[in-house]
């Protein structure tokens, strides 16, 4: 397993295995495709802006794409859609020391006066080097309000030669002034699928033995971020060695036994107090922690609302059963529930006993009315419902009886004597 540099550095994965081409991309189809179209027929546009949430890779596409702009090697001589990756354009892009490729952290450049600084007193230069001048703005929704508006004509109509790459996870708060004078593409949240079947291709380049269970559930802690996950790996390698499952995983990441959230699941929708406090008896003999346990919790409540409609998977034993017992409303309603709770819980000084009344007060206020009324209906059809309610059943609805008709009595020298009284 080499994860040492020629000078015996160590190197992540994230950097060691950042993607070099268009082909490397995960989870980016659509972007590389009309990327690689465009070089191709050599429509390059001025200013592009990369928008998603973090570790999807918009850095990453921005340099492959300084790469195709500017690579020598192979002969080209134009914008190729299959940097070499080993001319000195492409070198240099890859360790971000191309005098021509400038990466600027928007973050860290706010202010009007290091924005003319950098760029647009150096825009109208001719670029040293390359075929081609790139600016990479990364954060760019930090920049100030001044800044944007010194920005706005040099994006706008800059000099041909150079290209501006403006990258964001908050594309709302860039001005629509110049989002309108790029060519925008969102990336989306990478699939568990795709992060997980990354992580084994990787796991076996570098001789880890990594299991389906451990990579997956690696994947769904990443939150559709490539970057997150290749570093819960690092920690994972340097938690276990080269073995790796999905037991040394959950440790590492302190996550909460599946059995004891089915348990949990389970003591809420049956409304099970015994059971529900006999959970966190164990939470706190075993030492887990109370809010890692309520987060687990409500995501596994999401995966159990899911499978009652009848998409994914069961998130584990017996869940089935579950969702044969009561509505995919119920189990809505608890999983916002124990959302809001987990927000409560946070800044509590005791937060088992917080978490352990928060969810009692959560399942004594959660009815399940779509299980109350399938019931009722399934009675009044004389059927029986092979869905219990959860909470005590309601008295049943009396059944509306005919009035019986009266016998004739004989008569008798009782009755006779006894006439009855005639109608008021």
């Known amino acids: ?34 990327l690689k179209n465009a070089l191709k027929l050599g429509r390059i546009a001025h200013a592009y802006l990369f928008y998603g949430p973090r570790g999807c890779g918009k850095t990453t ?20 859609d299959e940097p070499c990756g080993k001319c000195p354009q492409c070198l240099e892009i890859a360790q971000s020391s191309d005098l021509d490729v400038l990466e600027l952290d928007a973050a860290s450049n706010t202010q009007v006066e290091k924005v003319r600084e950098a760029i647009i007193d150096t825009v109208a ?12 703005l ?35 708060k860039v001005p629509a002034t110049i989002v309108s004078r790029c060519q925008t593409f ?9 992060i997980s079947n990354h992580l084994l291709d990787l796991a076996g380049a570098e001789n880890i033995d990594l299991t389906p269970a451990a990579a997956r ?53 049956q409304k099970d107090s015994a059971a ?10 075993e030492g887990f922690d109370a809010n890692a346990f309520l987060k687990d919790l409500k995501n596994t409540l999401g995966d159990l609302f899911y499978f009652s409609l009848g998409q994914g998977e069961e998130p584990f034993d017996g ?46 206020s959660c009815l399940d009315i779509d299980g109350f009324i399938r019931r009722l209906e399934a009675l009044e059809r004389g059927e029986v419902s092979s869905s219990r309610p959860s909470g005590p059943a309601p008295a049943p609805r009396p059944a509306v009886q005919a009035a019986p008709v009266s016998k004739p009595r004989p008569h008798t020298a009782a009755h006779a004597a006894n006439p009855a009284p005639a109608p008021e």
Do not use: W
Not at 61 to 80: D, F, Q
Not at 144 to 172: D, G, Q, R, Y
Not at 186 to 194: A, G, K, L, Q, S
Not at 236 to 258: C, F, H, N, Q
């Open 186 to 194: 969102r990336f989306r949240p990478i699939t568990v699928d795709e």
């Open 319 to 364: 869940a089935k059963a579950i969702t044969a017992q009561v509505s995919s409303g119920f189990l809505a309603a608890l999983s916002r529930k124990v959302n809001k709770l987990i927000e409560e819980v946070k800044f509590s000084d005791n937060t088992l006993v917080s978490a352990e009344v928060g969810l009692f007060t959560v399942m004594d």
């Open 125 to 136: 230069l001719a670029s040293s080097r390359d075929r081609f001048k790139v600016f990479i």
């Open 1 to 34: 397993m080499e994860m040492f540099d020629e000078n015996n550095k160590y190197v992540s994965l994230a950097n060691k295995y950042r993607p070099q081409t268009f082909e490397d991309m995960v989870g980016q189809e659509n972007i590389s495709k009309t």
């Open 61 to 80: 596409t921005a340099r492959i794409l300084a790469k195709a702009l500017n690579c020598t090697g192979n002969g080209h001589t134009k914008p190729t």
């Open 138 to 172: 990364d954060e760019v929704h930090m920049l100030s309000t001044s800044s944007f508006n010194a920005l706005l004509k040099t994006i706008e109509e800059p000099p041909a030669h150079v290209v501006f790459i403006l990258a964001t996870t908050e594309k709302h």
């Open 217 to 269: 559930i690696i994947a769904k802690n990443a939150g559709g971020a490539m970057r997150d996950a290749l570093t819960l790996l690092d920690r994972a390698i340097a938690y276990s060695g080269e073995r790796i499952d999905e037991k040394l995983v959950g440790e590492m990441l302190g996550l909460t036994p599946d059995e004891l959230i089915a348990q949990a699941v389970n003591a809420l929708t």
């Open 276 to 285: 529900l406090h006999q959970v966190f008896e164990t939470l706190k003999n």
